[in-house]
């Protein structure tokens, strides 16, 4: 991915995308001199943004930008677990009060209806499975680690189940794992099936552009946005392209970017798959966030994520021998542990765990640092980003305007060699469970 420009322009084709039908994109709308609203990015923060203001607003003319295409962005690299839990709660020493993930919980859930509202109402085909995950431990620190969760989880009301060695052993078909716990908050999906299913079906007053990045954001008279074809004036604009907002000049001491990989197999014959475990879809994230996140997908293939580089991405040659020792030190039966897809992509992370989230300067507004749960956050604060555009009131939005705003992060080179030094450490610490 090249870090000269103000988007992201990865090397490697998404994998989900690439099990996809090819996709026309969007190119020859025709764009209007000025729009009530400019989105700048259509990933699930800026399409949910660009819905939720045509719902609010049917006269409202509203233009959304993507600087790729739909399903190849970063919304369309993670691996496909919506997971309506508070996250990054113990980034930085960072403990979350039981009231405030509580509220975290209730913006999620109502995020969550919202969306499984527009796969329904859209037959939306993205393999939709409201089945929970697994939080899984390799190590005894990692299962004491668990154990915490599980406390939190008492307090927060969440139910969960703790699985044993000899029951994960059975149902994923390792004996990798010594311990896990199991919650119901979370569904599984096909991340670039679905971020396709909601930008083709915005609503008529909302213009879709793809292959149209921004190169600025004028904040002057003249309010708008610049992109190769020239300024496109909007009234207000919203700034949805997480960690890219830094290279609009945009939040640059409040986050920083981290890439991760992953890769999907080829089909696995009926054999094969077996040794995946007896469930026919299941997924897996670990007890450490340096570890490795396993998925067994409903097309009969297996999913491996792990790895973390600061701000550019790894060599594939270097990405894909630490993938498949991943793979083959939980499943050493299996016959072959090639991929046939294999991608990265970047997210935004901040000090604390916090997004940003509100008015950034009049007019112009952004919910970036997504921390590495975009899927559901991103479709929730990007709704919610559009309701407190046009002075709407509710408890959900005044849950999260309330909430932390992301930490200053130093400059360079002491940022690049903290944030350096922090995953060494956290490495060293996840062992077995990377």
């Not at 990798?176 to 199991?182: K, N, S, T, V």
């Not at 600061?310 to 030190?329: S, W």
Request: aromatic residues 8%.
């Amino acid at each position: 991915m090249s870090s000269r420009t103000t988007y992201p322009v990865y090397e490697s084709r998404s994998g989900w995308n690439s099990l996809l039908p090819a996709r026309t994109a969007k190119t020859n709308s025709v764009i209007e001199n000025k729009y009530d609203f400019i989105v700048i990015g259509a990933g699930y923060t800026g399409l949910a943004a660009g819905r939720r203001l045509a719902e609010l607003n049917g006269s409202a003319s509203i233009l959304v930008l993507e600087a790729s295409v739909v399903g190849e962005g970063s919304s369309a690299r993670n691996s496909g677990f919506v997971i309506a839990l508070p996250h990054n709660t113990n980034m930085s020493g960072h403990i979350s009060p039981a009231e405030v993930a509580k509220k975290q919980i209730r913006v999620y859930d109502s995020g969550l209806r919202w969306l499984k509202g527009l796969v329904d109402q859209y037959h939306i085909d993205c393999g939709w499975n409201p089945q929970g995950k697994y939080h899984g431990a390799a190590t005894a620190e990692g299962a004491l680690s668990l154990q915490n969760t599980a406390s939190q989880y008492d307090k927060w009301g969440v139910e969960y189940q703790e699985i044993s060695q000899a029951q994960l052993s059975e149902r994923l078909g390792t004996r990798y794992y010594r311990f896990a716990i199991q919650t119901n908050s979370n569904v599984f999906i096909q991340p670039a099936a679905l971020v396709r299913g909601l930008a083709d079906t915005l609503p008529t007053n909302v213009t879709l552009v793809e292959n149209c990045p921004v190169l600025s954001v004028e904040q002057g008279r003249e309010r708008g946005v610049r992109t190769a074809q020239g300024l496109i004036r909007g009234d207000k604009i919203i700034v949805a392209n997480n960690g890219f907002a830094r290279k609009l000049g945009f939040l640059k001491d409040r986050m920083f970017t981290i890439f991760t990989y992953a890769a999907i197999t080829p089909e696995l014959d009926p054999e094969q798959l077996a040794l995946h475990g007896s469930e026919p879809e299941w997924g897996l994230i670990p007890a450490n966030r340096m570890g490795t996140t396993l998925r067994k997908i409903q097309n009969n293939r297996f999913m491996v994520r792990s790895a973390y580089s600061y701000e550019k991405p790894q060599t594939e040659k270097t990405v894909l021998a630490l993938l498949e020792d991943c793979y083959r030190r939980r499943y050493p039966a299996v016959k072959s542990h090639r991929f046939e897809h294999l991608w990265g992509g970047a997210t935004a992370l901040t000090r604390n765990g916090a997004t940003y989230f509100g008015e950034i300067s009049p007019n112009l507004y952004a919910s970036v640092g997504c921390n590495g749960a975009g899927v559901l956050k991103g479709t929730c604060y990007g709704k919610l980003l559009a309701e407190l555009m046009v002075g709407q009131k509710t408890q959900e939005l005044a849950d999260v305007l309330a909430m932390d705003k992301p930490n200053w992060l130093p400059p360079e080179p002491l940022r690049g060699a903290a944030v350096k030094t922090a995953i060494y450490l956290q490495k060293r610490k996840a062992g077995a469970e990377r």
